[in-house]
Each structure stands twice: as structure tokens, then as C-alpha cells.
């Protein structure tokens, strides 16, 4: 079983930044395609980023290209998420999420996702 801890969500103003951390335990990250998704009240969870098991890959959804970066510490057996420039859009619940196996494909869908976090909640102020 895997468990998921995020934390450094927050209060920021527009243009700030912020690091999420996702602190795993039952497996090593490095075993595992991780996922952050976030969902904003009255809005479906939808996907932000991914890291592939190898850590060599990563992807982005087009509204976080260039601003959010998804990184990895094995010794911490941690992933992060580096989000800067941050918009009032971005305020939700970001969650990180983890399978044993995940397609390019698979990465990107919620549903796919058998270990999830508690979230954390990130607010932008405009």
C-alpha cells in the first residue's frame, strides 16, 4: 500500500510561487509515474502534471506549460512541484496521485490513479 502526504500549500499573491511536496511511503518514488491534479470549487479534477517512473520524462497540462515543473528526490522518496507565476486561476486543491504502471496516456486521466493524497489547498489572490 502507498500512502501520499502533500504539503506548502498556501495563501500567495498573483505572480508568486509556490513548492508543493508530496512525502510518499509503502514504495520508493522512484518505482512509481506520479501525478498532480488540482480541482478548483465547482470544477472537475483535472490533471497538472506528470513524472514519468524513470523520472526522465515529464508532462505538463497547456495551462501550467512553462510555469509549474515537476521534480523528484530519491533520497527523500518526495516529488515536488515547483509552480511560479502563479495566477488567481491556479487557486484549487492540488493533489498528488501515484499508479504501479501508467501509460503517456494513462498519466493524464484521473481515473487511471490507484494512490492519492489528501490535497492542499493553494489560493492566488489577484
Known amino acids: 500500500q502507498v500512502q501520499l502526504v502533500e504539503s506548502g500549500g498556501g495563501l500567495v499573491q498573483a505572480g508568486g510561487s509556490l513548492r508543493l511536496s508530496c512525502a510518499a511511503s509503502?514504495?520508493?518514488?522512484?518505482?512509481?509515474?506520479m501525478g498532480w491534479f488540482r480541482q478548483a470549487p465547482g470544477k472537475e479534477r483535472e490533471f497538472v502534471g506528470g513524472?514519468?517512473?524513470?523520472?526522465?520524462?515529464?508532462y505538463y497540462a497547456d495551462s501550467v506549460k512553462g510555469r509549474f515543473t515537476i521534480a523528484r528526490d530519491n533520497a527523500k522518496n518526495t516529488v515536488y512541484l515547483q509552480m511560479n507565476s502563479l495566477k488567481p486561476e491556479d487557486t484549487a486543491v492540488y493533489y498528488c496521485?501515484?499508479?504501479?504502471?501508467?501509460?503517456?496516456?494513462?498519466?493524464?486521466?484521473?481515473?487511471?490513479?490507484?494512490?492519492w493524497g489528501q490535497g492542499t489547498q493553494v489560493t492566488v489572490s489577484s
Open positions: 509503502g514504495r520508493t518514488v522512484s518505482s512509481l509515474p
Open positions: 496521485a501515484a499508479s504501479p504502471r501508467l501509460t503517456v496516456v494513462q498519466m493524464r486521466r484521473m481515473g487511471d490513479y490507484d494512490y
Open positions: 513524472l514519468s517512473r524513470s523520472g526522465g520524462s515529464t
